[in-house]
T-cell receptor
Framework: ETGVTQTPRHLVMGMTNKKSLKCEQH?????MYWYKQSAKKPLELMFV???????ENNSVPSRFSPECPNSSHLFLHLHTLQPEDSALYLC???????????????FGPGTRLTVL | AQTVTQSQPEMSVQEAETVTLSCTYDTSESDYYLFWYKQPPSRQMILVIR??????QNATENRFSVNFQKAAKSFSLKISDSQLGDAAMYFCAYRSADSGNTPLVFGKGTRLSVIA
C-alpha cells in the first residue's frame, strides 16, 4: 500500500450504531487530519493530530471521537450519528513540524458515510 | 479568519481548449501559501500546483499555471490543452505561513467538465 488509505470506502449506519473509520498513511508523515466534505460546502477540518497529539478540534460534536494510536494510524469513532452527518470523510497526512507552509497534505480516497 | 471563495460552482471546456478557474481569498496576513487541489471522480484529492505569496512569479506545472494577483487577493488556475482526465472538482486552498501546524482553508470547489 502506498500513500493514504481509508477503510471502509462506503458505510451505511443507523443512528444508534457505533462504527469506526480507519485511516493509514504510508508516507512517514507525523501529522494527520480528518475532514468532512458535504455537498456544496467547503471542506471542513474536524481534527488535527501532530506527533500523535490532538492539536485542533474544530467544535466537532462529541458523537465524533478521534483516536491516533501512532503516527501512521488515525481513527474516527462514530456513535449516535444524525442524518446530517452523512458526508464524505477524508483523511490526510503531512509532515510536521514544517519549515514552511508549502508542504502539501496527501489525502486518502475518503469514506462515503450514510446515516439512516 | 481567512476565507476562500470560488465563485464558479461548475465550468466546462472543450477538449484541447483552455479554461480558467477563479479563486479569491481574504486575509490580513502578508505571508501565506495558496494551493489548487484536484479531486477526480475516484475522490482521491491530489495537489495540482502551489504558490508562495512572497514570490511574484506565477507557478506553473506543465499544462497548469496560476495567475496570482496578491493585491487583488486573486489566485486563478489556468488549464491549457484540456484533457478528458482533467474532469474533476478543483479546490482552491489557503494556508498561513506561520511555523505552527496551521490548517488548510478550502473553497467550495469548482466542478470542471471536459467535453470531447
Amino acid at each position: 500500500e502506498t500513500g493514504v488509505t481509508q477503510t471502509p470506502r462506503h458505510l451505511v449506519m443507523g443512528m444508534t450504531n457505533k462504527k469506526s473509520l480507519k485511516c493509514e498513511q504510508h508516507l512517514g508523515h507525523n501529522a494527520m487530519y480528518w475532514y468532512k466534505q458535504s455537498a456544496k460546502k467547503p471542506l471542513e477540518l474536524m481534527f488535527v493530530y501532530s506527533l500523535e497529539e490532538r492539536v485542533e478540534n474544530n467544535s466537532v460534536p462529541s458523537r465524533f471521537s478521534p483516536e491516533c494510536p501512532n503516527s501512521s494510524h488515525l481513527f474516527l469513532h462514530l456513535h449516535t450519528l444524525q442524518p446530517e452527518d452523512s458526508a464524505l470523510y477524508l483523511c490526510a497526512s503531512s509532515q510536521y513540524p514544517r519549515t514552511s507552509g508549502r508542504d502539501e497534505q496527501f489525502f486518502g480516497p475518503g469514506t462515503r458515510l450514510t446515516v439512516l | 479568519a481567512q476565507t476562500v471563495t470560488q465563485s464558479q460552482p461548475e465550468m466546462s471546456v472543450q477538449e484541447a481548449e483552455t479554461v480558467t478557474l477563479s479563486c479569491t481569498y481574504d486575509t490580513s496576513e502578508s505571508d501565506y501559501y495558496l494551493f489548487w487541489y484536484k479531486q477526480p471522480p475516484s475522490r482521491q484529492m491530489i495537489l495540482v500546483i502551489r504558490q508562495e505569496a512572497y514570490k511574484q512569479q506565477n507557478a506553473t506545472e506543465n499544462r497548469f499555471s496560476v495567475n496570482f494577483q496578491k493585491a487583488a487577493k486573486s489566485f486563478s488556475l489556468k488549464i491549457s490543452d484540456s484533457q478528458l482526465g482533467d474532469a474533476a472538482m478543483y479546490f482552491c486552498a489557503y494556508r498561513s505561513a506561520d511555523s505552527g501546524n496551521t490548517p488548510l482553508v478550502f473553497g467550495k470547489g469548482t466542478r470542471l467538465s471536459v467535453i470531447a
